[in-house]
């Protein structure tokens, strides 16, 4: 994310603060934060974070104007035909994903996708690249929120042994999926490399619950990216969700084989 994007957002974080009549060392102890880490975010420095802006909004009762800023200038990384599927996103109640390939972006580390943006983006520059792996790790604020989604994942076993980015890469990824299915809102399913009638091979696809919206379905290629709501289509893509979630492995079982794949990569 570029420098601007900070700024913008200390200035604004600095001046309702003061519009509040509180000190920097007064907001930080609030808020719990260091009032050095305070000023650093108020200056500009890169690496605030949602959920500080969630406190502070909380606190100075600002209208969760820092966190809505947050979210908007977050968006303006992300491509722009992505933009509509991550409001999506940070609104549901729920969220179902499959994917054949690849680890889904919000289960990603940074190294994981570090190396698929590079790998996938050979043109752009490494700026470009540090701009849209910032907003990819910034969507994954919303599993760290005070009420986060209950995501449902079902990943194809050939996930689990394609060695993106080299053995350390893939330990680690495999490890933070573990990790993560240990949270009470995450559950993660895989579909055996050996199984011979598999239901999805073709392409990925998300599932958004968002309330008094319904649900959303969200598919992409490389260059655009198309969420409908259509009933029909919805309807067919939930059926087609369960024939998958039916093929894969159950819970305990799934973690296993992901744990015996990570072994292989240590």
């Known amino acids: ?22 000190s920097q ?21 890169r690496g605030i974070k949602r959920e500080h802006l969630e406190r502070v909004d909380r606190e100075l009762d600002t209208g969760n104007a820092l966190v809505n800023l947050w979210d908007s200038t977050s968006d303006s990384a992300l491509p722009t035909w992505y933009q ?22 919000l289960l990603q580390t940074e190294a994981y996708a570090r190396c698929l943006l590079t790998m996938g983006l050979p043109r752009e520059s ?55 299915s240990e949270r009470p809102n995450v559950s993660i399913q895989v579909i055996p490399f050996e199984t011979e009638y598999h239901p999805g091979l073709y392409h990925a696809f998300s599932l958004f619950m968002v ?36 093929a894969a492995l159950p819970r305990e079982a799934s973690l296993q084989l992901i744990a015996q794949a990570q072994r292989e990569f240590s």
């Open 1 to 22: 994310m570029s420098r601007g994007r900070w700024i913008k957002i200390g200035r604004q974080l600095r001046a309702h603060r003061e519009r509040a009549g509180l």
């Open 84 to 105: 509509d599927a991550a409001k999506r996103e940070r609104a549901s109640t729920e969220i179902w994903e499959y994917h054949p390939l690849l680890v889904p972006g």
């Open 25 to 45: 060392t007064d907001l930080a102890r609030r808020v719990l934060l260091s009032p050095a880490m305070l000023s650093a975010m108020e200056r500009g420095a």
């Open 211 to 246: 309330p008094n919206q319904g649900t959303v379905l969200y598919t992409e290629n490389r260059h655009s990216g198309a969420p409908t709501d259509d009933p029909v289509i919805v309807a067919d893509y939930a059926r087609h969700y369960g024939d998958l979630r039916g």
């Open 126 to 180: 490494p700026a470009e690249i540090d701009d849209l792996l910032q907003a990819r790790m910034d969507r994954k604020t919303i599993l760290r929120s005070d009420r986060p989604p209950f995501i449902v994942v079902v990943l194809d076993g050939s996930v689990l042994i394609r060695p993106v980015g080299g053995k350390r890469v893939m330990h680690e990824q495999l490890g933070h999926l573990l990790d993560l």
